[in-house]
Structure formats: C-alpha cells, structure tokens
C-alpha cells in the first residue's frame, strides 16, 4: 500500500509512453501524457464483454434458499426388499447405526434422530422433519404441509430406500402401505405435484439414476406445459428445472456393500464428511506408529473449534473442496451451489468426498446439474497429507488424554453415535493424567503453505499478462471483463508501442490457492498475511475483484470491519476500496451493517492523535472519502448517516490537506454528500463550504480544481449519479436560513467566481466541469440570461452597422438599462445590488460565448448545448416581438465592419452602457478578476474572441436556421447533429477541423425536441398569442424575466420547506417552474403586465451531466502495487524504450565530435528536398528521429521523414481564417514526441501520435487551450511565440499582448509577468543554465531578460538595446552561457554579455536590405541568416552561415524562391518573412523553407 500511491502519481505526473525507470537517467519526465490528457475525463469506455462479469451474489430466478427439509427414511429394518441379494458380511451401519443392535422401532427412531442431527451439523436454521417408514397417505400429507410452510423457498427432499426395492425404470419410488403388508410405488410426477418448485433432492438408493433422469424428463415436460399454456410460471415460482439433485449412483448400479463401510455411505459423506473420510483413509493407507482404526476414531477435538486436531481437518477439508469446485466448476454453477444457500452448499461440497471414494467401489455418483469429475483432482493428495500429518501426532495426543473409559467407543450403541459432525461437544480432551503436562498439538502448515504458493504467484510473475491459452484467465472466469481495468487502460493511455499486440494479452489464470485464501481469513494468526496477499490480488483489476467477490469474500471482509486491530486498518481500506470501485452497489451493505463508520472513523483521525497513527495515512484517507463517497452516492439514506458521522466535517477539514488526492476525494466526497439533499446543503452554506472550495479552483492539481468545481456544480443542483437518466436540478436547494435575495445573490456569487477563474484554465477537463456548473445557473436563472443575450444582440449588431445606425438601434439597449435601474427610484442600495447581479450574469454569458469558440471539442459542444439553450428562449421571448427589437433581421456578415482595431472600437462604442458603471461584485473568497474586471473589458475581449471565428449574430443566425433566418449560405454548411441545425464551431467552412481528442465523448443536445421546419413567417413557437403591435416595452420584457425567476426561486424554496428532497423530484413542485416552458403567470397588473411563459415546447437538456466522478473512480481500479506495464522489463513498451534510449545516447555521442569540425568547415552539402503544401513558415526537427515538422501559411501540419523523403502524417491545426500557425515545437523527445503548435489567435493545440510507423493510434489532439489571457490588436503583430523547455515543463508564451505568460505543464497554471511594452513579442528563449531566466526579444527592437521568481513587477533584470526594429530571433550561444545572440529584421547581428546590457560584445551587419530568417545551432558555434525578400532582389535570397569562433563566413549560398511574381505582403500577416529556416537540434545539418513550398536540408561536409 506504501508503494501505490507513489507509482500512480508518479503515472499520472509522467506519461503512459514510458516507464520511470527509463526516463529518470536523463533527469526529467514526459508531459501532457497523463491520464487526464489522455481522457479529459471521460471515463474509459466499457468492453463489450466487461457486463459479463458474473453477479457475485448470485441472480435469480435461480437462486435457491431452503426453507425446511424432509428426511424420508424407507428402511423397514429386519425385512429385506424382493430385489435385493445381500453378501454376507455386508455394509449394515445407517447413521453410523447398527440398527440389529435394538429392537427394530427403537433402531429405526435412532437412525432417524442421528439423521436430524447429521443435517443440523450442516446447517442449524432450517428445521428437519424424520419422516419414518412412511405410508403414502402419510408422505403426501408430510409433502404437501412442507410446501405450504416454505412458500416460494427451496423444499429438501432427501429419501432412504434401502428397504424397499429400486426406482423402476419409469420414475418410481416405494414407500409402504399401513399396515406395512404391501410396497406401494409414488410417482415422480404426483411427488412434484406434492413438494412443487424449487427443490433439493437427494437419492440414497440403488438405482437412483432411474429417479434422476426421469424426474428431470417429467419436469422438462411440466415446463413445458406451463409454458405453452400460460407463457411462464407467476412471480416468486421458478421452473422445475432449477431443482437441484444428487443421486448414488447410476440407473445400473448398486450401492456397495463392503461391510468396512456403513450401508448409506452416500449419505455419511453428505452429512458426516470427515468421519466417513478418516474411515476411508484408514482402509486405503498404512498407518504408521501402530495406530489402530479405533485410535482414529478417537481423534480428539470438536468440529467447530479450528484450534483442535478435528476442527482443523474439517476446515481444511472445506477449504479443499472448495477449491476443488472452484478450479474446476463453471464459474455461474460454482456461485450457484456454493454461494447461494448453506445447506446446499455443504451438499455439494461433501459431494466431492462421495465421488471420490464411491468410485472405487464401481459407484458413479452424480448429480443434476451435472458436474465434471473432480475425484483425481490433485488437491486430493493435499488433503491426504494433511490427515496424515495429524494421525502422525494421534498416538501422543491419546496417551495423554483422559482415560479411555471417558471416550466414546468406535462402533458403540446407536443413541452414543450420532456422527461426528453434528456431535456437540469435544470428541476427547487434550489434557492428560493430573500432574502431567498435556501434549501441544503441532498445527498444520497446510494454510501457510498456501499461503506461500499464492505469493510466489503473484511475486513471480502472476500479475503479469499473457497470451491466450491454458495459461490465461478463462473466460467463464470472468475474464472477458479483464479488458476495463488492463488491456483498454493501457490503450487508452498509450502505453503500448503495438497495441495491435497488446489487445491479444490477457490476464493470467488465477492460482488455485485463492479459495483456501478466503478461508485463511477465519484464522486469527494467518489472517494479516491472508487480507495483505488478497491486496494485492485485487489490485490487478477489476476481474480480480470480481473473483474475489464471486469466491464469497464479502461477508468475511464485512465481518473485519468489526475488528478492533489497527494492523488491519490499512490493508482492509485498500480492498474495500477497491470492491467499492468495482460494484459500488455495496453501499446499502455497508449503510445497513454500520461498516461504513469504520471509514468514518479512519478520515476522522488527526495528526495528533500518534495512537491512531496509520502508515502512509493521506492515501489512505483519501481510500475512506472515496468509500464514503461511493456509499452516498445517489442514496439519501447514506447522505444522512455520513453526515450524522461527521463525514461532511472530516472532508471540509482536509481540503487543505498537502496530499492532492485526499483533497481531491474530499471535495469528491463532499459533492456526493451534499448532491439533491437541501438539509445538508444548508449545513454546507452554514459552514462556508462553498466559499471553501473557491480557493480550490486555483490548486496546483488539475485534479483538484475539478473536483472543486464537480462539488460546486452539485452544490448547484448538478447530478452526481451514475444513472444517465437523473439530469438534476435544483440550484442550491432552499436554504431556508437566508433571506431570499442573499440566497440569489450567494447563487449568483458562486457561479461568478469560479467562471473568473477557470475560464481560463489550461485543463479542459476543468473547463468541462466549469460549464457544468454554468449550466446550473443557467437552468435556474434563465431569464436573466435571456436579457443578457438580448443585450449582447443588440449591442453587438450595433457595433456591425453602419456609422449613421437608425435611433431605435443605437438607444434600444441603453434606454431599457436606464428605465430598468430608474425603477428602483431613490433606492440607491437596490439600483448598485441588482446593476452588479446583472453584470455577474454578464460576465458569465459572455464566458459561455467564448467557451462555444473554445479550441477543445468537447468544451465547446458542451457550451453550444447550453448557449443555444438560452438562444431557443431569447428567440420564443417578447423580445422577439418588439417592434424596437432587431432579433428578427437578417444578419449581418462577420467582416461587414471588421478591422485590426476592431476591439478598441467595440469597446469605446460601449462605453455609454449602464452595465458598465461598476464591474461584477467580486465574492469574498474568491480571486480578483484578471481579463473581465469591466464589462467593457468584457465586451472587448469577446469581441475579438468571436471575431476569430463567428459572431454571436452569426451563432444565432446558424442555430434558428430554418426557423428565424434561413439563407443560402445555410445549404453550404457542414453535417450537424440535427437536420437544420448547426454549431458554432462548424460556422467557418473556411475553418479545418483539427484533430479530435482520445475520448471525444461529448455530444450536442438540441433544445428543440424535433428538427424544426421552415414555415412562411420566421415565428417560433410562442405560447401566448401575441397582439400584432405588443403593447409593452423591452423594461417590461426585462422586468417580467427576471420576476419569473424570483418566482422560480421562491417555489423551491417552499417546497423543500425544511424536509428532505431530491434534486430530480423538483420538476413537480410549483407546477412546471422547473422546466423550459415554466410560465409563472399569464397576464398581470401593475409592473408587470404580461406573462413570458418563454420556450413552451423546448427540451429540458440542463444542467449538463458530469463523468467526472466515475473517471475518478478508476484510480482505484488500476493496479497501484505493481509497475506499469512499460516499467515491466521485458514487455514490448519496456524493451522499445530501453532500445531507444540506446540510440538516443548513441546518436549524442556520435554528434559530439562534428562540433568542433563543423565550426570550420562549409555546409554547403544537400541533404535532401522536400515538396511541402503551401509556404512552409515554420518548421522544427525531432532530435533523434529523422522527423521535420512543417507548418504552412495557413492552418496545415505535415510530419516528414526526411531520411526517406515520406510524408508521414498531414492534419488541419483548426485556427481560424486569416490566422497563421506563428510557433511549432516537439515536446517529449526522448519517448516518442508531441507536437505543440501555436497560432495567431492565442492557441496553443498538443497532437499526438503523429508517426504512424509506431502504430499507437490515430493522430490524437492531446490538449489545448488559449495561451495568452489577452490578445491586442496591432497593425503588425507577431501572433504567439512559444519556447519549450523539457527540464521543468514550462512554456513561455509570449505575441501580441502585454503579458508572457509561463505555463507549468505539471500543475497547467499561469504565472503571468508584464513586459512593460506597447510592442508585441517577437522571440522567446529560455536560459538553459538558469531554469528561472529567460530573454523575450520585441517589435521595438528591445531585448529584455525576466526572472520569473522576482515579483512582477520587478520581473525584467535586464534591458539590451541595440536593434533598430523587430528583434526576430534570440539564442544563447551553444559553448557560453553567458552569452546570446540576437537578430533583427534590418539584417544586424548582436552579440550580448548577459551581465552588460550596454553595449554588444560583437555586431554584424550582414544583410542591407533587411533580414528575413536567424538561428544559431544549439550544438556548435554556428549561426545562420537568409536575406529579406525585396522588390529588387526577390528571385533569389542570400543564405549565410557564420562561425561564432571568430565570425568568418562558412558558406555563402544564393537560394531560389521560385516565386513567379513579387508580393509586396508576406504569406502570414503574423509571420514578417517569406521563407523559414531551422536547425537540427543534434545533427549538423539545417532546413530551409521556400516560398514556392519546397524545403532543403543541407549539412556541413566532415573535414
């Protein structure tokens, strides 16, 4: 358990490409390969066969319970049947009776009392009935009575008939009539009329297969019927085929009679296994030490006490049996008959002992359902080494027992035998004669023997996969499922280089030992060695949990959580753990036994506490917050008792605990507590819970800041079930302990505060779980969304028209603002509360517009769902008919009025708005606003947001489609969901779509319940009947909106009163409040006079449902003790890395020597040409791979290898028309590589498994997510520009804003620092000696070095100043590190001290007519710079190669562009350069990208 925690962080901080030991020589880790990148998520999708899993508490209809039992005894002693010969001797015991000792009633009562107790030694609930020598009126009346006393359960019926004659052929058995003269036959059929369905039968006579196979024939035939005539048997009957049977012996054979054995030998081994067992070994072994039958008869001890030698063999003999049916049963036959009903299960289990020894007498008994052989099955030899260990010790355990006289004696009268299981008491004390000392009887070491070979399997390689085979999980074992906790995590993730290879690798069979582990757990010294190996078991996946369960582990593992011993506490956490996550329908078990305290407890204990101390106790804690989560999970009455507990205090005092995953499942936990229960969401809100989690949502853990949002968003009456069917809802419930306006305000306040500061979040996985939340708010507070987006319609078609709009278009917006803030007189506490509550909504819509835009697939869908949402309400809302109102005009396009200064123009026009006044309320905990601190601001930065893209006229334009706005350009749209509708994202068919992500789960759900039909007028449906010319005005709107909302508001606050109530029973209070079409009146006097009733008709598709807690709760599915399969030496993964970390080390070494001759040679020497699509602009190699990356002029990716001239894989970036792709990098080298690439509209996209040679999948986006919090508009901008450095994992980026944002690709957060300049970045370069130092190089010419652990403000230490304009590109020099290089467009050269920002050691002025591309080789002392393309030397351009050493030209070379014509305008507006030049990052070789899209590779020739 130590060990788990430590392998899966170091998992989920590394990579699944690879394992640990392989990369931790090089000294850093792979990023952006974690779970999270690789799922956003989404939990792993199940296999088709993972439902398969066998239920391990067994199903119905074929489960059986008895009920009671018949002992039918036809012996009718002294007189022996017609067809029957007896030898002489023969087998005369019954009962371990002999029944001519005693007269023969009292005999046949003897044999009958034994009987009782043989079966109540089985089990002691059910009540036997000895039915002697019976008449057939009698047995009828005795049948018909137990059915009617057991219901619907199973009846026993076990017959004698060794007094009468055989079953004849035809299914007959005897009994006898009254007066004992006759024999009379009782047919099969009448005794299932009799003793009905379901039923146990056992047949102890000669001839018994007669009776087996004709009961089934009479039953098939009785379902037969019932079948063709009624269509099945009523609820609570099963069919006659599930009865159960064991038989003697065939319909040829005869009972043995070997006068060693009693005469019902099948029934001693049924009801007295071991007894008839020790007898059996006595005749088949010699005995050593003189031990006599008699002295084996006398073995002391009891049954029930597994201290004594007696005890210990009959738990041996259960564990082997056990074993033996485990190994060797089909898995659904096994759970059956050994885990449904104790009684039957100690049939069957004694069963295998009657097969065993029966055989050696030519007996075959069987059974129905028939079971395989299992009486030379090897555990066999186990169990004769056991008794034999025993009866080694047996002479020294008598000579010191109690006189022999105190002893039963072997073959003594009838009433002193009643067989030695059902026998009460001790079969002889321990203790000898007075004054001696007794004899310490030696246990067994066949438990710790087991013991031992269950961890040799799994020390020794038994966790591993295999092939398919003899050797592998069977499938009835289960195994099908094996695939969601092994296989499909490994695929999911990455790991496997082949994963055509990986898919045939199953788990390994189990060992047999597993059954006897379970009974391990009864003893008291074996069990912490038993409960710590099981650990381990269950830790390699789900398929072993479900064995574990199946074997019948449960009730053991309950019964644990009673035991006071804090050495168990650590081992029992983890496997419950582990079942929880596997089948978390244990919850009711765990409420309804009081075990889920026991986890209560565990999360309950502080650090001050050292005599509660737990080992590793954060993981182990955070076991207990996902056990209790899971037991509150959609069921109140866990809610409750958690709460009552004290669960909800625990877990709200650990989030702020060090470890990330015990803050993670507290705020999990808490979530699931507080999901749909009003009473402890006020507990929650009185407690301060919600202002708690705020702070999260900026955690150094991605995993955290989602939780933190997946608690808020059931705070806000998201659901949190697993049943796809509850949808929530809600809000924050009733909060009856606030005044109504604070408790809309705290909604109001939550949603704000976590939209300021995720909206922006690097993860996209909290980015989802963000619009979860909005989607809550939305739900709730619709009308107030539906003013904002009237607002933003309005004043964004403002903005698009012409200079001289028409009044009503130019004054609609702000005049309703102020008739709405006047209507609140001289109040001036009311006018500021509700401009603020507007704004906050405002600030929230305008995020969800940005997040329809968002470069993440699945975010953006989510956000559409929600935004079309509110715009199917906006366009069936009043607003639609005011006649001031523009929502029912064509739209206008997205370039009608578009400009560099586009943003500043939007927003200086907004600056007469009355939401500008004062920006939204900032809650008390939560942090400062950082992009919308105005709504001016606001506006202004979402303007150039959907600038990039569409608009919102546009958005709105493309979701009404046919109904509001139909145009030709709507045929030319792409496929969407639904006919006659589309997303934003697929707006711009100039725009590509990128490559999806792994899991692209998300899915859009129209508003609409059906694909809307064009009609002649643009109406939708409206619930009301409107006047031609309405009679009100957009305040009116404005005012009967936001009133239905109190409305709404107040309705769930009275229905939940102060009682219970569930999120999804809230759509039947106050009529339909809850729904789209939620009307709260129809017509009205006085402010408001008209009911809105908005969106009659609409699906109800909100809130959004979240997958985040089922993704979390995989943690706990995938193996934590053991090393990843790519860590595993010798797996495929394992064996791949090895060899490329070979040959990564391998190619450095041979560089090594080039660079002190490169320094002096030419480079001069063609490598190779490449024909590109498009004008490659920016290009990056891989280090070892022969790989070139190549962006074009617009949104395409090619991967080439450029030793064989192959393109290797071509894909669409996604950014928007007119944009470019301004950086390009290749991260995680050393494993494989990931392309990062950064374009002009401040987006930084991840892709993976480009190189398709390693067949690991198709080309996936890995993450991505705007780079730059703000993006200005310039006249010359430089996009973004990226610089990556793999030690650390951080991402400077820096472009056309004021910031350079430093991305830390572990926790995915900002660190923001100010550049102090109006001109944009144009080159970023990080110090390789310093991991805190990096130089940013802008278009003014300026250079400026940062330390990122100074204070913003005092961030830049260093200012160089020499170039006259764009500085476009800055290296450090590959031999000094206090050295670097920089370039500017007007063709100079510097070369800086880092200490002297005065002047350049040394400056080249290399090209007059301007410079187009520099770069300086990371290996040896090199640069390089091509020439600036120019109306009179256009043609051709100049290519330069210098040596640092002492700045002699190496080669000068005149390069073609093939341009056929000269462009004053470069191919990029980002990109101030025709053509592309890079490094290799090792070799000595350079590429450089021509206009007309050819690219070079040339190298230096070796001296």
Known sequence: MQNGRNAQSLRDRQTSEVGSDTISKRGWIPYWSAKRHLTCGNPSPHSAYSSKLFPWRGSAPAKLKTAN????????????????????????????????????????????????????????????????????????????????????????????????????????????????????????????????????????????????????????????????????????????????????????????SCPELPADIFTSCLTSPIDIALRYFIMTHLLPNNITPDMVMQLPGDLKDRRTPLGELNWIFTAITDTIAWTTFPRDLF??????????????????????????????????????????????????????????????LLAKAPSAGNTTPNLGPAVARTGRIGQQGSRGGTTGPQGEKPYQYVPSRFFADQLTAFEVWISRGGSALTKRGPLSLPVQNGGPGYEDGLVTSGNASGKGLNTQHSDDLVPRKPPDQLPIVLQVLLSQPHRLRALILLSQFVDLGPWAVNLVLTIGIFPYISKLLQAAGQDLRPVLIFIWARIMAVDPSVQVDLHNTGGFKYFANVLGLTDDQPQHALPNSSEHKAMCAFILATVARDFYLGQMACWRERVFDSCFEKLKEGDFLLRQWSALCIAQIWEGNDEIKVYGVDRGTQDKLIPLLSDASPEVRAAAMYALGTFMGASGSADPTKQGGGGSGTQYQLEERLHFRMEVAVITGATVVAKEDASPMVRKELLVLISCLVKEWRGYFVVC???????????????????????????????????????????????????????????????????????????????????????????????????????????????????????????????????????????????????????????????????????????????????????????????GFSTPSRLDTAQSRPPSPNFNLAQYTSPYSRPPTPTKTPLPPSPTEYAPQPDYTPLNVMEALMEEDMVRLRARRRSGAHGRRHAPDLGGLGGDLCSPSGSTFSTDSGSVPLGCGTGNGLRDVLPLKSSFFDWCCEYFKEPQMRQAEADEPGSVQYNYQVWRQQRNEQLIADAQPQTTQAERVQWDKPVTNLQVGGNPLSMAFHSYDPHLVVANDTDTISVWDWSQRKRLNYFCNGNPHGTSITSLHIINQDVGGIIIAGSADGIVRLYRNYDPALDQGPLQMVSSFRALDEMISVRRGSGIILDWKQVGGSLLVGGDSRMIGVWDAHTELLLNLETNSESPVTALVSDNASPST?????????????????????????????????????????????????????????????RSSERPIHALDLHPGGLSTFDAHPQTAVFATTSALTPANWRHQQLLLHSLADFNVLSSMMLPTGLPVYSPRPPSLYIPRYTSFAFHPLEMMYAVGQPDGTVKLMGCKPS
């Open 1334 to 1394: 990096f130089m940013a190089g802008f278009a003014d010419g300026a250079i400026k070095m940062f330390d990122r652990r100074l204070e913003e403000e005092d961030a830049i230490v260093r200012i160089y100043q020499s170039h006259p304009s764009w500085v476009q590109n800055v290296k450090f020099h590959p031999r000094y590190s206090g050295q670097f290089l920089s370039a500017s467009l007007a063709g100079d050269v510097r070369l800086w001290d880092v």
């Open 335 to 396: 759970t059956r008959l050994y885990r449904s009903d104790l009684l039957i299960a100690s049939l069957f289990r004694n069963f295998l002992l009657a097969e065993r020894i029966m055989k050696n007498y030519h007996c075959t008994p069987h059974t129905y359902p028939c079971l395989p052989p299992t009486n030379t099955h090897p555990l066999w030899s186990a169990w004769d080494l056991a008794v034999d260990t025993c009866l080694r010790q047996l002479p020294d």
């Open 69 to 256: 039992a018949a002992l039918v005894l036809c012996l009718n002693i002294d007189v022996d049947p017609p067809d029957v010969i007896k030898t002489s001797p023969c087998a005369v015991l019954e009962c371990w009776v002999d029944p001519h000792t005693l007269p023969s009633h009292k005999a046949l009562e003897a044999i009958g009392t034994n009987l009782q107790h043989q079966f109540e030694g089985l089990s002691l609930k059910i009540p036997y009935k000895p039915i002697l020598d019976p008449s057939y009126e009698d047995l009828r009346r005795f049948c018909m009575t137990l059915r009617k006393q057991a219901k619907d359960d199973t009846v026993c019926f076990y017959y004698n008939g060794h007094g009468v004659p055989k079953p004849t052929p035809s299914g007959e058995l005897w009994c006898f009539n009254r007066n004992y003269t006759q024999y009379i036959p009782v047919s099969l059929m009448e005794l299932q009329s009799w003793l009905g369905s379901p039923g146990v039968y056992i047949w102890d006579c000669s001839a018994a297969g007669n009776l087996l196979t004709n009961f089934n024939n009479f039953a098939e035939r009785r379902d037969q019927e019932v079948f063709n005539t009624r269509g099945g048997y009523p609820d609570g009957m099963q069919p006659y085929m599930h009865s159960l049977q064991l038989a003697a012996c065939l319909a040829h054979e005869q009972l043995p």
């Open 789 to 979: 987006a009237w607002i933003y319609w309005e004043e964004d078609r403002k903005w698009r028209t012409e200079m001289n709009p028409q009044p009503h278009e130019e004054e609609v917006t702000s005049q309703a603002m102020a008739e709405w803030l006047d209507s609140f007189g001289d109040d001036d506490t009311a006018r500021d509360e509700n401009r603020v509550l507007l704004s906050s909504f405002f600030t929230i819509f305008v995020a969800l517009l940005e997040l329809t835009v968002d470069p993440y697939h699945e975010v953006a869908t989510n956000a559409q769902t929600i935004t079309d949402y509110i715009m199917a309400l906006l366009l069936a809302s009043p607003f639609y008919r005011l006649d001031c109102t523009t929502l029912d005009s064509p739209p206008i396009p997205t370039n009608h009025r578009g400009s560099a200064a586009a943003p500043h123009t939007r927003g200086q026009s907004l600056q007469s708005s009355p939401l500008t006044a004062r920006p939204p309320t900032p809650v008390t905990s939560r942090p400062s606003l950082r992009r919308a601190d105005t709504v001016t601001s606001t506006f202004s930065g979402v303007a150039s947001t959907l600038r990039r893209t569409s608009s919102f006229a546009n958005v709105l334009r493309s979701f009404a489609g046919g109904i509001a706005f139909p145009s030709v350009e709507e045929g030319r749209a792409p496929s969407s969901p639904l006919p």
